[in-house]
């Protein structure tokens, strides 16, 4: 089993659509979530941020984080074309040196 | 917000050749950067930590006399891919963390897309 799973998609969705986004983890040692958003041929930007379990929203934007069930959520409201993208989960221990892990990616598309 | 700029963004060279990639932090010191490998579709595997000052340190399977890795400042780190062949062509993308905590999120340049031919 890998460290992190993700659902490459695609995932195809109409504008306006709420759109949930997730991974799964082995690793109970994580503590640490991110979900980056990757345009094609550019870097991953750092979308949100989070620490052990809880909800934290920013805009249209709210990660979720359930740590008995090792499943992590990303939600994006009143979706726009301009979300279209590869969003990745990543994560990492509350151990010193390690790395962060990241999913494969799942690709967006909205349609207007 | 923080800025990782990355040079150049796309390189095409000939089998044999070496290319440089350079990964600045624009607008805070990093002195710890990470080297980063993307195929298509596939997720971002770690290549090697950049540390300042110091030699880097290379995952498993990374053969490190072919990507060099130099750290020289606070705000630059380089990667050279020696002896490039068609198997090394493959999206590069540097980062690094603003904060202290290693626990900091990450930075991420917009990537180098080499070609080897």
């Known amino acids: 089993q890998k460290e992190v799973e993700q659902d490459p998609g695609p995932l195809s969705v109409p504008e306006g659509a709420i759109v949930s986004l997730n991974c799964t983890y082995s690793n109970s040692a994580f503590q640490y979530f991110m979900w980056y958003r990757q345009y094609s041929r550019k870097g991953p930007e750092l979308l949100m941020y989070?620490?052990?379990?809880g909800n934290k929203e920013d805009g249209r934007f709210t990660a979720q984080v359930d740590k008995s069930s090792k499943y992590i959520s990303l939600f994006i409201r009143d979706s726009q074309p301009s979300d279209s993208a590869t969003y990745l989960c990543?994560?990492?221990?509350?151990?010193?040196?390690?790395?962060?892990?990241f999913g494969k990616g799942t690709t967006l598309s909205v349609s207007s | 917000g923080a800025v990782v700029s990355q040079h150049p963004s796309w390189v095409i060279c000939k089998s044999g050749t070496s290319v440089k990639i350079e990964c600045r932090s624009l607008?805070?010191?990093?002195?710890?950067m990470f080297w980063y490998r993307q195929f298509p579709k596939q997720s971002l595997m770690l290549m090697a930590t950049s540390n300042e000052g110091s030699k880097a340190t290379y995952e498993q399977g990374v053969e490190k006399d072919k990507f060099l890795i130099n750290h020289a400042s606070l705000t630059l780190s380089t990667l050279t891919v020696t002896s490039a062949h068609p198997e090394d062509s493959s999206f590069y993308i540097c980062s690094a963390r603003t904060g202290l905590s290693y626990n900091s999120p990450l930075h991420f340049g917009n990537g180098t897309r080499l070609t080897v031919t």
């Open positions: 989070t620490y052990s379990s």
């Open positions: 990543a994560m990492s221990s509350n151990q010193a040196g390690t790395a962060l892990i």
């Open positions: 607008d805070f010191q990093a002195t710890t």
